[in-house]
């Protein structure tokens, strides 16, 4: 199959660019990554067999290999056919799939100096190489003639599908291109895939290396037990023993600016963390990022398209930059109003007046405490529990880890039929992960869900989704292997590991990819679970957040880690009724991120500033003074780290539009648990992957078009009187 690197074919397609391989290298021993997977359910990946020193000379003979068989296909004598040109092509680069999902799984989780290494040698290479597939004439006029309609006329609609989808991603990549285009292309390419590489190798040393060590009571005043119990774990591995240590990440940081009584401190987190990539030193990231945004601009332009913007939207669900900045703006205004009320009732409790950007300050009003982004988690915390007296501190003894997935494992069950149980002796990257078998309700094998829920250095920050490898079924049925992924703190031995309700929600969201794959049941592997458009992939991963709240999952899974008793129905209640609260702020800070993402890639071919650039349009925008985006420029992965969330940001919130009124066909029938809806979302949405134009998949769902109403509604936002915007 061949990986369309700018298309973001998977959640993680890390191998994100391609060059002319130099010949690979005499091997006397045959290298155990480029193997068949061997061992039960179709084989499983190699993990007891991985070096670091094996993935170049492996990546350089899957590239060989796969060329080889492009090759074979171009030049094949017989006309073009469906058969020997699209099939041919999803049957080539086997080896390059398996070499491919082991990098993927070290360049996320196991990000050693000598693996980095590689990473900077390799990235431009392999860009190059996807560039010599797509690039290649000959192959692309075979495809180009099966592409035709008389010919395309004869096949089945998933290989009408395929075909479009094969045809149209050549196009976009540059195969219509004269070969002064092409050869421009390819340079732009795997400069772009260096650049990418240093901008996350530079985050990820920000974020590993800047740490705040607290020495005592005093530094710790506000935070809870389990807090400071991770930080002072966090300290000893850092080789601070008897201290406390806050970590420059989104896991570590947030907890902090949340209950830290110490406001200074709060301050000096809260800046390090949001000046990530942005500190004038060897690792900053400004000029790598107008760099990348020149680049960017000028392939959109010699491919034919206004803008990157433009470019990436071709093909989704979205289909332009306008349809999505549309949605963006729809929400933004109601949001904003919103945090002006959250400020107001902060600063009720912090006391002083509220500031505005039109404010005129007394002297007097500067004496006082007015709230600052960094204390926004902090007083929204302390509103919380005045308005809805909930505390987040009393739902943690109720999520532990293990029970959390166990619940997930129920859910699934219920909604899919799927059944999860251990198995053992499985190779692993690390002895943290787990790997379950899935199967369906005949017991029939499904396949492997690998579960790797603890940080460690060299992982990357968040939580994610991965398919070691998809489904597929024009061979011969081969199951699929997927994993989730996340950065929960390892408690003590023998402890239960407990969690946050955001956490525990994040949880579920990366268990709706998993399933996303595990449900899929398509003939070719390009077509096949999560490898669908951007701004529909995430719909069934935010849509599974649903079920966390329901009774039937906290009954039998929120059960409390030290009496076995299940969340009071009261606190259950008051998660309900506090579900809108700080929505304002959690949709602002992300709406800033995604509209400064799509103006960014709008932008042309002009030399772009990003600091300024971002504290421009933000002002223009009305941004309010007390929030900062998610994710700053400097530090924005998504639209940064790779092509794949580029001018894609937005996805959250469409898929979030789409998931909120897919949500009320559970409602309006018989509940989160009907059956009959959750067969129809499997048989429309989950099992076709991207066989079916994602508009189509979700009218089949539905019965109509999805309406903005159930997203207003969610999120506690007046409901617009022209209440569709998405298609
Ligand atoms: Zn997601």
């Known amino acids: 199959m061949i990986r369309f690197p700018a298309l973001g074919a998977g959640l993680f397609a890390l191998l994100t660019a391609a060059p002319a391989p130099a010949a690979p290298p005499e091997a006397t021993v045959p290298n155990p990554l480029l193997a068949p997977w061997t061992g039960p359910h179709g084989g499983v990946p190699p993990f007891d067999k991985v070096e670091v020193a094996l993935f170049e000379p492996a990546l350089e003979a899957a590239m060989a290999e796969q060329l080889a068989e492009v090759e074979r296909i171009a030049n094949d004598p017989a006309p073009p056919t469906f058969e020997n040109t699209l099939a041919a092509l999803e049957r080539s680069g086997g080896a390059m799939d398996r070499v491919g999902a082991l990098y993927s799984v070290y360049s996320g989780n196991m990000g050693t100096p000598e693996f980095q290494a590689v990473q900077r040698e390799m990235s431009p290479r392999l860009a190059a190489f996807n560039d010599q597939i797509l690039q290649n004439e000959k192959l692309f006029a075979r495809v180009a003639a099966v592409y035709d309609p008389r010919e395309s006329a004869k096949v089945t609609p998933e290989q009408k599908r395929l075909t479009w989808y094969t045809h149209t991603n050549f196009v976009r990549a540059g195969a219509k291109l004269d070969a002064a285009g092409k050869k421009r292309v390819g340079e732009i390419n795997q400069r772009l895939a260096t650049l990418f590489t240093t901008f996350n190798q530079n985050l990820l040393a920000d974020e590993t290396d800047d740490v705040l060590v607290l020495d005592g009571e005093k530094d710790l005043a506000g935070l809870p037990d389990a807090l400071r119990a991770a930080a002072a774990g966090a300290a000893e591995q850092r080789g601070h023993k008897g201290k406390w240590a806050i970590l420059n990440t989104r896991s570590s940081t947030e907890p902090f600016l949340t209950y830290s009584d110490r406001r200074d401190l709060r301050q000096k987190v809260w800046t390090t963390y949001y000046n990530r990539g942005d500190h004038g030193d060897a690792k900053d990231n400004n000029a790598v990022v107008t760099e990348i945004l020149k680049l960017r601009a000028e392939r959109a332009k010699l491919l034919g398209y206004e803008t990157h913007a433009h470019w990436r939207l071709e093909n989704t669900m979205a289909g332009t930059p306008e349809r999505a900045l549309e949605l963006l703006e729809t929400v933004w205004k109601p949001a904003v109003a919103r945090v002006h009320e959250e400020v107001a009732d902060m600063q009720a409790l912090a006391g002083g007046a509220a500031r505005s950007a039109a404010a005129t300050r007394s002297p007097r009003d500067e004496a006082q405490i007015r709230i600052e982004p960094w204390d926004y988690r902090y007083y929204a915390e302390k509103v919380r529990k005045a308005k809805y007296d909930l505390d987040e501190n009393e739902l943690k003894p109720y999520l532990q880890l293990d029970k959390l997935r166990e619940g997930m494992f129920w859910v699934a069950g219920e909604l899919f039929g799927f059944r999860f149980s251990p198995l053992q002796g499985i190779p692993v990257y690390h002895p943290d992960v787990t790997v379950y078998e899935v199967k369906d309700a005949a017991l029939r094998h499904v396949g492997l869900w690998y579960f790797d829920p603890y940080a460690r250095p060299g992982k990357r920050s968040g939580a994610w989704m991965n398919a070691y490898r998809v489904q597929e079924r024009f061979r011969s049925e081969v199951p699929t292997i997927v994993s989730n992924n996340a950065n929960f703190v390892k408690g003590q031995p023998g402890e239960p590991v407990l969690v946050s309700w955001t956490d525990a929600t994040t949880l579920f969201h990366e268990f709706g990819h998993a399933l996303?794959?595990?449900?899929?049941?398509?003939?070719?592997?390009?077509?096949?679970?999560?490898?669908?458009?951007?701004?529909?992939?995430?719909?069934?991963?935010?849509?599974?957040?649903?079920?966390?709240?329901?009774?039937?999952?906290?009954?039998?899974?929120?059960?409390?880690?030290?009496?076995?008793?299940?969340?009071?129905?009261?606190?259950?209640r008051k998660i309900e009724r506090a579900a809108t609260f700080n929505q304002g702020f959690a949709t602002v800070e992300y709406l800033a991120s995604a509209l400064i993402d799509m103006k960014l890639h709008l932008a042309g071919e002009k030399t772009i500033d990003p600091d300024a650039f971002e504290r421009e349009t933000l002002a223009a925008l009305g941004m309010p003074p007390q929030i900062v985006m998610r994710h700053r420029t400097p530090q924005f992965a998504h639209a940064f780290g790779s092509d794949s969330y580029s001018a894609g940001y937005y996805s959250y919130l469409w898929s979030d539009t789409l998931t909120a009124d897919a949500y009320e066909a559970f409602v309006e029938a018989g509940g989160p648990y009907d059956k009959a809806v959750a067969r129809r979302l499997r048989d429309t949405v989950l099992a076709v992957g991207n066989t079916v134009d994602p508009v189509d998949a979700y009218r089949a769902f539905r019965g109509r078009d999805p309406q903005i109403r159930a997203l207003m509604l969610k999120r506690g936002f007046p409901v617009p009187a022209e209440a569709s915007t998405t298609r």
Request: no cysteine; net charge negative; charged share 15%.
């Open 516 to 572: 996303h794959g595990l449900n899929s049941s398509v003939s070719y592997p390009s077509l096949a679970g999560t490898r669908v458009s951007r701004d529909f992939v995430e719909f069934p991963s935010q849509l599974l957040e649903h079920w966390l709240s329901t009774p039937e999952v906290l009954n039998r899974f929120a059960l409390h880690h030290q009496t076995g008793k299940p969340m009071p129905a009261d606190l259950a």
